[in-house]
C-alpha cells in the first residue's frame, strides 16, 4: 500500500482523518492544559509562600 | 498499609509520589498510542462491510470506555472524600471532571463522524450516543455545581454527593436508553456494532485502549498536582520541588 | 435513635405546617399547575391543531409538560425555611434530618404533584388521548412525580443556597430524570396501541421505591452541607 493508498482510506478519508486527529487535538490540548494548570499552581502558591 | 495511606493524604509525599510516577506514565502512554495507531491505521486489515471507514473505532470505543471509567472513578474519590473526609480524594475527583467531560465529548464526536458514511446522517438516536450524551449533561451538571460554589470545602462536599447521586443512577440510564431504542427499531438503525470480530481488528483495540489508560493515568497525576498546589496553605515545601 | 413517638409527631407537625403555609401561599400551589397548562398548549399551537397527530406524541407531551412544572415547584422547596433559620432548627433538632425532609417533600408533593396528577386526564382529552388511556396516565405520573419529588429534592438541597439556582436545578435533575420519562412515556404509549402498560409500570414502581429508600438519605447530607458549611 502506497502513501496516497494510505491517506485516502479507501475512500473514507474525509471521515477518518477528522475523527483521529480530533481525537490528537483534545488529548493534546488535556496534556498542554494540565501542565499549564501544574506551572499557573506553582508560580502562585511559590508567591504565597513569599518566594521568588 | 495504613500508615502508607496515611502519608499519602499529607499533600507534600503525594505530590512527590506523583512526580516521580508520571514521566513513567507518560511516556508509557506517548509509545502505547503511537503503536496503537500503526496498527489500527496500517497493520489491521478493511472490515468487509464499511472498508476502511470502520478504523474510526479505534478511537470512538477507547474514548466512549474511558468517559465511564473516568465517572466512576470520579464519584468512587468522591465518596471516601466525603465518608473519611479525605482533601485529597475530593482534588482527585475535581481532576477527572474535566478530563472524563473531554473524553465523553471525544466519544460523542467520532461516533457522530462514524455515523456519517454509515446511516448517512450526523446523529442517530442510538442506545450508545443517547447514553454517552446523558452522560455528558451528568459531567456538565457536576462541573456547574462544583463552580456556584466560593467556598471550596462545601463545592467538594456537594459535588461529591451528586457523584454519588450520579454514579448510581448511571446502570439505571444506560438500561432505560437501551430499552427505547430497541421499541422503535426501523432496520436501518443498528447500533455502533464493533464489526465482525477478527482477531487482527480487535488487537490494536486493545492497545489503544491501553494507551488511553496510561495516558489518563499520566493526566490524573499532572492535574492531581496542580490541585494539590492550589489547596495547599503552607508551602515550605515548594523549595525542593524543580 | 429517638423515640418513634417523638419522630412521628414531628413528621406529623411538619405535614400539617407544609399543608398550612400552602393555604396561606395558594399562588405558590396553583403557578405550577397554570404553567403545566401552558407548556401543554404551546405543543399544539407548535405543530398541528390535528388530534389524530397530537395523540402520536400526547404521551410525551404530557411527561415532558410534568416534568418541567414539577421542577419549576421543586427549586422553592426549601429555600424559605433555609434562609428564615427553620432548617437549622431542623439540623440541630436531634431528630433524624432524612425523616423531616421526608415529611417535608411527601407535603410538597401533595401541594404541587398532586395537582398535576389529577389535571392530567383533561390535558390529556385535550392532545386527542382517549379516556381508555387515562388510568395509565395518571399512574403513571402519580409514580413519576413523586419519584422526581425526591430527586428533586435532592438537587434543591444541594443549590439552596446557589444564587439563581433553577437553571442550575434543573441541569442536575433532569439528566437523572430521563429514565423515569422513558418509561412514564412508553407506557401511555403501549396503552394507547391496546397492549398492556404493565411493564414499563413496574419499572416506574421500581424506581420510586429506590428513590424514596435512598432519596431522603442524599438529602439530608446534601442539606447538612448546603446549611452548616
Not at chain 1, 5 to 28: D, I, K, N, Q, T
Not at chain 2, 122 to 151: C, K, P
Not at chain 3, 115 to 144: F, K, N, Q, R, Y
Not at chain 3, 161 to 183: D, E, I, Q, T
Request: charged share 15%; proline share 5%.
Amino acid at each position: 500500500m502506497d502513501i496516497g493508498e494510505f491517506l485516502a482510506m479507501g475512500g473514507y478519508a474525509r471521515y477518518v482523518w477528522p475523527a483521529w486527529g480530533l481525537s490528537a487535538a483534545v488529548l493534546v490540548w488535556n496534556a498542554w492544559s494540565a501542565l499549564r494548570l501544574r506551572r499557573e499552581a506553582l508560580a502562585a502558591a511559590r508567591r504565597r509562600a513569599g518566594q521568588p | 498499609m495504613w500508615t502508607w495511606i496515611h502519608k499519602l493524604g499529607s499533600p507534600p509525599h503525594a505530590f512527590r509520589i506523583l512526580e516521580r510516577l508520571a514521566p513513567w506514565l507518560g511516556w508509557a502512554a506517548l509509545i502505547v498510542i503511537l503503536e496503537g495507531a500503526y496498527w489500527g491505521l496500517v497493520r489491521a486489515p478493511a472490515d468487509y462491510q464499511q472498508g476502511e471507514g470502520f478504523r474510526i473505532l479505534y478511537v470512538h470505543a477507547p474514548a466512549a470506555w474511558m468517559s465511564l471509567f473516568v465517572y466512576v472513578l470520579m464519584a468512587l474519590a468522591a465518596a471516601v472524600g466525603l465518608i473519611w473526609r479525605i482533601k485529597l480524594a475530593h482534588a482527585a475527583a475535581a481532576a477527572c471532571a474535566p478530563v472524563g467531560a473531554s473524553f465523553t465529548f471525544l466519544a460523542l464526536a467520532t461516533g457522530s463522524i462514524w455515523g456519517k458514511p454509515m446511516w448517512g446522517t450526523w446523529w442517530v438516536w442510538d442506545a450508545r450516543l443517547t447514553s454517552e450524551l446523558i452522560l455528558l449533561f451528568l459531567y456538565l451538571g457536576y462541573m456547574a455545581l462544583r463552580s456556584s460554589f466560593d467556598d471550596r470545602d462545601r463545592a467538594d462536599r456537594a459535588s461529591a454527593v451528586l457523584a454519588i447521586v450520579g454514579v448510581i443512577n448511571v446502570p439505571i440510564i444506560h438500561y432505560s436508553v437501551e430499552w427505547w431504542t430497541t421499541l422503535h427499531q426501523p432496520a436501518s438503525v443498528t447500533r455502533l456494532a464493533k464489526p465482525a470480530i477478527a482477531l487482527p481488528m480487535l488487537v490494536p483495540l486493545f492497545i489503544m485502549l491501553a494507551g488511553y489508560q496510561l495516558y489518563f493515568g499520566w493526566l490524573l497525576c499532572r492535574r492531581l498536582q496542580g490541585e494539590i498546589l492550589r489547596r495547599e496553605r503552607s508551602a515550605g515545601w515548594l523549595k525542593e520541588i524543580g | 435513635m429517638s423515640e418513634p413517638a417523638g419522630l412521628i409527631g414531628a413528621m406529623r407537625l411538619v405535614v400539617r405546617r407544609e399543608l398550612t403555609l400552602a393555604w396561606r401561599r395558594w399562588d405558590e400551589v396553583t403557578q405550577p399547575l397554570i404553567f403545566y397548562l401552558v407548556v401543554t398548549t404551546l405543543f399544539p399551537l407548535a405543530t398541528t391543531p390535528e388530534l389524530a397527530v397530537l395523540r402520536t406524541v400526547g404521551g410525551g407531551v404530557v411527561w415532558v409538560a410534568a416534568l418541567l412544572s414539577s421542577l419549576l415547584a421543586l427549586e422553592s422547596v426549601f429555600r424559605s425555611d433555609v434562609e428564615d433559620g427553620t432548617m437549622e432548627q431542623w439540623v440541630l433538632s436531634g431528630q433524624p434530618l432524612a425523616w423531616l425532609l421526608l415529611a417535608k417533600v411527601v407535603a410538597h408533593w401533595v401541594m404541587t404533584g398532586l395537582p398535576l396528577v389529577l389535571v392530567s386526564p383533561a390535558v390529556a382529552a385535550a392532545l386527542g388521548l382517549p379516556g381508555s388511556v387515562w388510568p395509565v396516565i395518571v399512574t403513571s405520573l402519580a409514580l413519576g412525580t413523586a419519584t422526581l419529588s425526591v430527586l428533586g429534592g435532592i438537587g434543591a438541597a444541594l443549590t439552596v443556597g446557589v444564587r439563581r439556582g433553577s437553571v442550575l436545578l434543573s441541569l442536575l435533575v433532569l439528566p437523572l430524570a430521563m429514565p423515569l420519562l422513558v418509561f412514564g412515556a412508553r407506557s401511555v404509549e403501549q396503552s394507547l396501541a391496546g397492549q398492556s402498560a404493565a411493564g414499563p409500570l413496574q419499572l416506574l414502581a421500581a424506581m420510586f421505591f429506590l428513590a424514596w429508600s435512598l432519596g431522603p438519605l442524599a438529602m439530608s447530607a446534601a442539606m447538612r452541607i448546603s446549611v452548616e458549611g
